[in-house]
Nanobody, 123 residues
Framework: QVQLVESGGGSVQAGGSLRLSCAAS????????MAWFRQAPGKEREGVGT???????TYADSAEGRFSISQDNARNTLYLQMSSLKPEDTAMYYC?????????????????WGQGTQVTVSS
């Protein structure tokens, strides 16, 4: 069964940290690419970062240096560690997976999506 389930969202003050998790079914976790996206109210969904099956990561400029993507292969789980959070990081965060390479932070490149987890950063 194809399944991605995010968790870990919540409300935090600016400067704080959160760690999001994405539990994946074996089928989706064994794909070549996984990614985090986010969508703020009234805005398009944007890529936050990607990770390939070798653990290589890429990040959007807005996430570079503050966010970190990692994975726990034993638990089929993807993580997004976010620190130094800003109000503009407020969004619904989604994890996504696909088998196609290269791993690009483009919505159209991913066929499998979670339901999202809300992150709210207050000033």
């Amino acid at each position: 069964q194809v399944q991605l389930v995010e968790s870990g969202g919540g409300s935090v003050q600016a400067g704080g940290s959160l760690r999001l998790s994405c539990a994946a079914s074996s089928y989706t976790y064994n794909g070549n690419c996984m990614a985090w996206f986010r969508q703020a109210p009234g805005k398009e969904r944007e890529g936050v970062g990607t990770i390939d099956r070798f653990g290589r990561t890429t990040y959007a400029d807005s996430a570079e240096g503050r966010f970190s993507i990692s994975q726990d292969n034993a638990r089929n789980t993807l993580y997004l560690q976010m620190s130094s959070l800003k109000p503009e990081d407020t969004a619904m965060y989604y994890c996504a997976a696909d088998f196609r390479t290269p791993c690009l932070p483009l919505e159209s490149r991913y066929n499998f999506w979670g339901q999202g987890t809300q992150v709210t950063v207050s000033s």
